[in-house]
C-alpha cells in the first residue's frame, strides 16, 4: 500500500508544470464533476484536490510513524500552497480564480466547489465568511447558479457546511434535493439532477452520501481518531419528532437516538466496548463517557 501511494504521488508531482501547477493532461480524462466547470489549464479545483490529497497523506503517515515521509509529503504541500496562493488567488482583490488558461491567464467562475474546498481545507482564511455565505445561499437555493455541483460533489458542500457548523442547513437541503428523488418515484439515489432514463445512473452509490451526513447530524456520531477509539457524540436536534439509528464500527455497533417529549428531549447512547467519547449537547456540561448513557434535557437550551 506505501509503495503505491508513493507511486501515484511520484507521479502528480512529477506532473507540475514549472508555477508550481498540476495542469489539465489530455492523455486522461480529467474528471471534476458533470457540470461544466473550468477544467482546461490550471484548474483550480484539481489543484486543491491536490493539496487535499497530499494532506491527508501526511495524516496516514503521521499514524503510520514514517517521519521521513511526512517530512517528504509536507515539503510537497507548502510549495503547491504557495503556488495556488501565487497563481490562483487574487489577494488585492479578494477573489478566488477558477484557474489560468494557457497563457497562464486567470479565468473568473462562481461555484460553489471552489467554496467547498477553500473553506475545507483553510486556504483562504480573509474570505472565509464571504465563501460559507456563498454555500449557505446555493443550499437553501432550488439549485440556482452558474454552476451546479452533481449530487456527489454535494458531499463537498455539505462537509464544508459541517466544518462551519451550519449543520442544519445540511439537513434542509438533503430533505428538498433528496426528497424530491423520492417524490419522483426513486428508491435509490440518482447520478445526475437533470436525470435521463438510458444515459445516467438511477442507482449511483457516490450520490448516497446524505447517510453519512445523518449519521454524523441526526445521530451526532462523529469519529475523531483513527480506527474509531474515539468519537465525538454532538447530534442536531432537527425537527423532526424522533430520531434512532446505528453506526457500525470495528469495535462493534454504535446505536444512538432521541425523541421529543412535551418540552424535553430523551437522549441515548450506547457504546461498545473499546470506544471513548466526548459529549458535546446543548445544555449539557462536556465530558467523557463509556458505554451507555442517557440525558432528559430541555427544549429551550438544545436551541444552537
Known amino acids: 500500500m506505501e509503495k503505491d501511494i508513493h507511486r501515484i504521488m511520484n507521479f502528480f508531482n512529477k506532473s507540475l508544470s514549472k508555477n508550481g501547477l498540476l495542469p489539465n493532461d489530455y492523455r486522461y480524462s ?23 490529497a497530499l494532506r491527508k497523506i501526511i495524516s496516514l ?7 521521513k515521509s511526512v517530512r517528504v509529503y509536507k515539503e510537497r504541500e507548502k510549495k503547491l500552497l504557495s503556488a495556488i496562493k501565487r497563481n490562483l488567488y487574487n489577494e488585492k482583490e479578494k477573489i478566488l480564480y477558477a484557474g489560468l488558461s494557457w497563457e497562464e491567464k486567470p479565468v473568473i467562475q462562481n461555484s460553489p466547489h471552489l467554496d467547498a474546498l477553500g473553506t475545507l481545507l483553510d486556504v483562504f482564511p480573509e474570505i472565509k465568511e464571504k465563501m460559507e455565505e456563498r454555500i449557505v445561499s446555493f443550499v437553501k437555493s432550488e439549485r440556482e447558479g452558474e454552476i451546479i455541483p452533481s449530487p456527489f460533489f454535494m458531499m463537498y458542500i455539505f462537509e464544508a457546511l459541517k466544518k462551519v457548523g451550519r449543520t442544519a442547513e445540511v439537513i434542509d437541503c438533503i430533505e428538498r434535493w433528496w426528497g424530491g428523488m423520492i417524490k419522483d418515484g426513486f428508491t435509490t439515489t440518482i447520478e445526475r439532477w437533470d436525470f435521463q432514463r438510458g444515459q445516467t445512473s438511477a442507482c449511483h452509490a457516490w450520490s448516497a452520501h446524505p447517510i453519512v451526513h445523518f449519521s454524523n447530524i441526526l445521530l451526532g456520531i462523529w ?82
Open 61 to 67: 503517515f503521521e499514524i503510520d510513524g514514517d517521519e
Open 223 to 304: 469519529q475523531t481518531s483513527a480506527g474509531w477509539k474515539k468519537i465525538k457524540f454532538s447530534p442536531t436536534f432537527s425537527n423532526a419528532n424522533s430520531v434512532s439509528g446505528r453506526v457500525s464500527t470495528p469495535y462493534g455497533v454504535i446505536e444512538s437516538g432521541w425523541e421529543k417529549k412535551g418540552k424535553k428531549i430523551k437522549v441515548y447512547l450506547n457504546l461498545p466496548e473499546g470506544i471513548s467519547c466526548n459529549v458535546d449537547i446543548p445544555g449539557f456540561k462536556k465530558t467523557d463517557v463509556k458505554g451507555s448513557k442517557k440525558w432528559l434535557l430541555d427544549i429551550k437550551d438544545t436551541l444552537r
Open 30 to 52: 480529467l474528471f471534476l464533476d458533470w457540470c461544466n466547470i473550468f477544467r482546461d489549464g490550471y484548474s483550480t479545483l484539481y489543484n486543491l484536490f491536490y493539496l487535499m
